[in-house]
């Protein structure tokens, strides 16, 4: 649902050095949870949300375990925290009675419109808490993930009869949430994840990080970024490479990232046909338009912890296209053939295709690369994002229906 129309127009500064015309509506309060203390996973698009939704108008508060990258990340957005919650995920007791008790003193003193959850332990803290206050506030929780959710006798309760609206970042994680809980097709509504496109935009010094690392400019590079660990397709993307690498001699690949696979990678890459063709570009988080940038082609080979798969519409905002996993809801983010390849989980045939069809013409890639930005440009606004977030926060408190 499109918001024009709904009261009055107004100009704001959003961030990130750019200004938006928006329509202002009925202003609402709302307190986001999560049982993180890391910026890592969920917590970025959640301070994104927020962040947006602050924009707009609306009084927006977080809680979440505070000490550590994630409370710098919200206090440098310039948004405000909840005191004195541990949400820290574990099964203590204590720490679970304190912060029912102080998220409920929290919630009378605010009146929040909405609680909105982003993790199952803070799902159960909330519901917890709001028990019994009236007018009781909405409760909503997203589901990042790609994974089945419970269903057993406590969380179909939770879902059915404490829950007022789910969130998903895909149609395919719909279908597979409405498979375990159908009657609930009503409550459960697609939003899909997005990026900050002043960010992540194409017009970054493509040659600097290869200069960095070593690699020759004229040198077709292909690009995972990713955890480094066995769920995010890493030994698929080795098994297809000896071929890639014959057929591709000047091609680089570039590993981006951290994980348990580290060491392994590294006594990998010294042997032929690797030596001298994968490079380690570390863990990167203030450069990682430029580390898209010197991509000829990025792939996504696993689902992560955040199903919205961020790393695909990264690429794709910097213009580099990607070869995605058929899974989740990479299919419904990559455009195939025009911004990008989807390939079924461990096809080593069509994988293998798929790098040397991109890698050994760079004109090609390039071109699905400027398809990929707009496309990018189209469907991947965090402002967007937030809008249609509280249209259907206000749907429900005003009784309408949503398609």
């Given amino acids: 649902m499109k918001w024009e129309g709904r009261g009055n127009k107004d100009s704001f500064d959003v961030g990130y050095g750019f200004t938006r015309i928006i329509m202002m509506q009925e202003s609402l309060r709302v307190i986001h949870l999560a049982s993180t203390k890391r910026l890592t996973g969920v917590a970025e698009p959640m301070v994104n949300l927020a962040f947006y939704q602050k924009a707009l108008g609306h009084d927006v508060i977080l809680g979440f375990e ?201 006594n990998i890459m010294s042997e032929p046909p690797f030596q001298g063709c994968v490079v380690m570009a570390g863990y990167r988080t203030h450069d990682l338009p430029l580390t898209y940038g010197a991509m000829d082609v990025s792939l996504f080979l696993g689902l992560g912890s955040e199903g919205s798969c961020r790393a695909v519409m990264e690429a794709m905002a910097c213009g580099t296209p990607v070869i995605g996993v058929d899974k989740g809801a990479v299919p419904e983010i990559i455009s195939e053939g025009v911004t990008g390849f989807v390939v079924p989980e461990g096809d080593e045939r069509l994988l293998t295709e798929r790098l040397c069809e991109l890698l050994s013409n760079r004109k090609f890639a390039s071109d699905m690369g400027e398809a990929a930005r707009q496309r990018a440009d189209n469907l991947f606004c965090l402002y967007d994002k937030a809008l249609q977030m509280c249209d259907v926060y206000l749907a429900l408190k005003q009784g309408r229906h949503l398609p």
């Fill in 66 to 266: 505070q000490g550590r990258s994630l409370e710098k990340y919200v206090k440098g957005m310039g948004l405000s925290i909840l005191p004195d919650l541990h949400l820290d995920g574990r099964l203590n007791p204590f720490h679970i009675m304190q912060d029912v008790r102080r998220l409920r003193r929290h919630i009378e003193t605010l009146s929040p419109d909405v609680v909105h959850c982003h993790l199952l332990h803070d799902h159960w803290i909330a519901v917890l808490a709001t028990r019994g206050i009236l007018p009781r506030p909405f409760v909503f929780r997203t589901m990042h993930r790609f994974v089945s959710p419970y269903h057993d006798p406590f969380h179909r309760h939770l879902f059915t009869g404490l829950t007022d609206g789910i969130i998903v970042p895909s149609v395919a994680m719909r279908r597979l949430f409405l498979r375990w809980y159908p009657l609930l097709a009503p409550r459960v509504f697609v939003i899909r994840g997005g990026v900050n496109l002043e960010r992540y935009r194409p017009d970054v010094d493509r040659r600097r990080l290869r200069h960095e690392l070593g690699i020759p400019e004229d040198a077709p590079v292909a690009g995972i970024v990713a955890r480094l660990r066995k769920d995010r397709g890493i030994d698929w993307l080795f098994a297809s490479l000896p071929h890639v690498l014959s057929s591709v001699p000047k091609c680089r690949i570039m590993i981006v990232g951290q994980g348990e696979l580290q060491g392994k990678i590294r």
